[in-house]
Structure formats: C-alpha cells, structure tokens
C-alpha cells in the first residue's frame, strides 16, 4: 500500500510540475499583436524610411514577388527597397486580413490585401491588386520579425477592404 501512495504521489507531482512548466500561450492575442505589426509596417513603407521598413524583416528574411528570384536576406531586401525607391510614382501599401499564431507561440501568419503602384510607359499609373501571405517568427527577444513574404496578384481584388 505504502509502494502505491508513493507511486501516486510521485506521479501528481511530477504532473504538477510538467503542467507548470508549460507555459499557455494566448493564440488570439498574439495573432491580434501581428495583425497591428502587420499594419506598422505597412505605415512605414508608405514613408522613405527604408530601414524602418527593412527592420520588419528578420536578417535572414526572403521575398518572393511575382515575376521574380527570390530575395534573401536583409542586404539584398534592402536592394530591392533602394530599386523600388527610385521608381517614379511607387507606391505599395496593404491591409492585414486575417492571422493565425501557433500553439507554441513561435510562428504566425497574416493574409494581406495589397496593392503596387507605378507608371506605365505612357506616363499614366498601373495599381495591381494582390493577396500575400507574412509568416512571422518570434525572436528570441520577444519580439516579432517577418521571416517570409509571399505575394502575387489577384484581378478578383480591387481594393484593401
């Protein structure tokens, strides 16, 4: 009788201790605190604070646009910004749809409406309508840094909203 109260004892405890090791991530919350970061940094891109808006990106971030290779890492995102930079009339800008934070609070996603702005070889301006998908890491500072950027255009899409 004695083995199995100790068995039992031992094994509440140990369950107790597992329990208060694990730490309750608030999915929601989280995915809400992407949703506005998600919204920060497309506030920055609108302005010429390119490094503002590179530091949403993570050192070893890559960028998949339509059309084009990979970018990968900050040096050549910071590139392609200084490219985009130079373009006449460019204009990018989206809206956070929907986001989605994991179980273990250490990667999310956000679906975003964009929209890319430039002029056309007639002196008028082009605006396409995309959707993209962010996927986020957490640093290990706590903080959130995008990590991959997928986007492509969809004429079903005619606005942010």
Excluded at 3 to 12: C, D, E, G, N, V
Excluded at 60 to 70: C, G, R
Excluded at 110 to 124: A, E, H, Q
Aim: proline share 4%; charged share 20%; net charge negative.
């Amino acid at each position: 009788m004695k083995t199995t109260s100790f068995t039992l004892a031992t094994l509440l405890l140990l369950l107790g201790a597992v329990s208060c090791n694990q730490s309750s991530i608030d999915q929601e919350a989280e995915a809400d605190q992407l949703m506005a970061l998600s919204r920060e940094w497309a506030k920055a891109a609108q302005t010429d604070d390119l490094e503002k808006t590179l530091s949403y990106w993570a050192e070893n971030a890559l960028v998949m646009s339509p059309d084009q290779p990979p970018t990968n890492g900050h040096q050549d995102i910071r590139a392609m910004l200084e490219s985009s930079a130079q373009i006449p009339g460019f204009e990018v800008n989206w809206e956070p749809k929907r986001a989605f934070v994991s179980k273990s609070g250490d990667l999310g996603y956000v679906i975003v409406n964009n929209y890319f702005k430039f002029p056309d070889s007639l002196g008028g301006t082009i605006t396409t309508f995309g959707k993209g998908v962010e996927i986020w890491k957490k640093q290990e500072d706590g903080s959130w840094k995008n990590v991959i950027d997928i986007f492509n255009s969809d004429p079903s899409i005619t606005s942010l909203e």
